[in-house]
């Protein structure tokens, strides 16, 4: 029989590892922005459509782990045909880029076999993305300074 400390470490720490990733992935496939000029915009309302809540996605790489997790990184092509199997979304991701011009955002290339290059993008999400505007069809997450200023502003 094992004990709790063994049970913790075989199975607790794994799993909050995993957890912690899949929540990190999702996050930034919504969020993950690399700079605070190229934020998502959110749409509400009349402003909403299928097409653009899948637009407002973003693909990224995330090197060896691509493969570890069937291309998770084509998160755009997932969104807008979610019918299409993992193992074609390279290539629908390829065919719709064309297509979208400057709809589709080209995911910074990941420098090395792991993809830390996200951390910097999970840091200045995290920091920034705080509030979301109560009013508006189009709305965009901004930061405690930018929301305080707006909030001046309508008074």
């Known amino acids: 029989a094992l004990g709790g400390g063994a049970v913790a470490k075989l199975y607790w720490a794994p799993w909050l590892v995993y957890v912690a990733w899949l929540d990190a ?7 993950g922005v690399p700079a605070e000029a190229d934020k998502m915009p959110w749409y509400r309302g009349s402003e909403w459509s299928y097409l653009r809540g899948g637009l407002t996605t973003l693909d990224h790489d995330y090197g060896v782990i ?11 092509a997932h969104h807008l ?12 991701t390829a065919a719709i880029k064309p297509i979208l011009g400057p709809y589709y955002r080209e995911p910074k290339s990941s420098p090395g076999p792991l993809p830390l290059h996200l951390l910097a993008m999970l840091r200045r999400s995290f920091s920034s ?5 109560d009013s508006g069809d189009v709305v965009f997450y901004s930061s405690p300074l930018e929301a305080a200023s707006a909030k001046q502003k309508a008074q």
């Open 129 to 133: 993305d705080k509030y979301v505007p």
């Open 66 to 76: 691509n493969k570890i997790h069937h291309d998770i990184g084509t998160h755009v």
């Open 25 to 31: 992935v999702t996050y930034l496939h919504h969020h």
């Open 81 to 92: 045909f979610p019918q299409i199997p993992h193992y074609h979304l390279k290539e629908a």
